[in-house]
């Protein structure tokens, strides 16, 4: 595994250094069309961040015996989803068993295919290259740029609820460290609109991931399963939220009308209990 800060321009020899390959292999797959590097000072070769992705992707492929047409189809996709600058989570390209695979902040997708990949699906890893770069400068940037499309996404929730879905996923994208709000917000939005609780659910699952004892994120959890009529998912998830804050009354309100689908009277009871007792 090698790390390497690519904010900006690299040479042929530091291409040649990061990618373990001789000047031959490299000139072999410019040739072929795969990256269109600049020339700098004395007419030297330089390559973008996105260049140093795309060849390593390409010789991940050939080593893994990659028919060329899948070759070509899997690069193309590889370059429309780069972004034009490297994120401040870096991007992973990795073999895992017989996939090559992309990781960009949270998602995870087989360059092969274009399917996105869940964190269990986790093979040996037999060789990657990480691309790096979370100076202070650039995190503090992202972070503002994170806000700005976050506040944009809050401008919009009640015009134009699509528009609001991208910008909140792009603040989640875009910061340096997790989005406690963009993501607590976006599930919340999805969730409100129909047929869209299934996507509310990976949100809340994903924020669990970095604040598992968050009891809000429990909370939204529950509501979104409830009203898919998962109903005993959503009561694990509302206990989850009690025992991490047994005052939530909107948790125990919630919970009291779920036992009654269920005809747990004496939980009803105790639970509609404890909501008028927080709610006074």
């Known amino acids: 595994m090698s790390e390497r800060d690519v904010s900006h321009h690299v040479s042929l020899a530091k291409l040649q250094s990061m990618l373990g390959v001789s000047r031959r292999v490299v000139d072999g797959l410019i040739d072929l069309g795969l990256v269109t590097p600049t020339r700098g000072p004395r007419n030297a070769l330089r390559f973008t961040f996105q260049d140093v992705v795309l060849l390593r992707t390409a010789l991940q492929l050939r080593t893994a015996k990659t028919t060329p047409r899948k070759l070509r189809e899997a690069l193309a996709r590889l370059k429309r989803e780069l972004p034009d600058e490297l994120p401040l989570s870096g991007i992973r390209v990795a073999a895992e068993g017989d996939a090559i695979v992309v990781k960009t902040g949270p998602s995870r997708w087989d360059a092969i295919t274009g399917q996105m990949l869940l964190d269990f699906e986790v093979a040996e890893v037999k060789g990657d290259v990480v691309l790096l770069d979370a100076s202070p400068e650039r995190k503090s940037v992202a972070a503002a740029q994170a806000q700005e499309r976050y506040e944009l996404a809050e401008q919009l929730v009640k015009t134009d609820a699509d528009a609001a879905e991208r910008h909140y996923r792009r603040a989640i994208e875009l910061a340096p460290e997790p989005f406690y709000a963009a993501y607590v917000d976006l599930g919340a939005l999805l969730c409100e609109q129909e047929h869209q609780c299934g996507k509310a659910l990976e949100v809340f699952d994903e924020a669990l991931r970095h604040f ?43 919970l009291a009308m779920l036992l009654e689908k269920r005809g747990d009277r004496r939980g009803l009871i105790r639970h509609l209990n404890a909501y008028r007792r927080l709610s006074n």
């Open 212 to 254: 598992p004892d968050d009891a809000i994120l429990h909370f939204n959890r529950a509501v979104a399963l409830d009203t898919m009529g998962r109903l005993e998912e959503a009561r694990a998830s509302y206990e989850r939220c009690l025992t991490l804050n047994p005052d939530y009354a909107d948790a125990h309100h919630n």
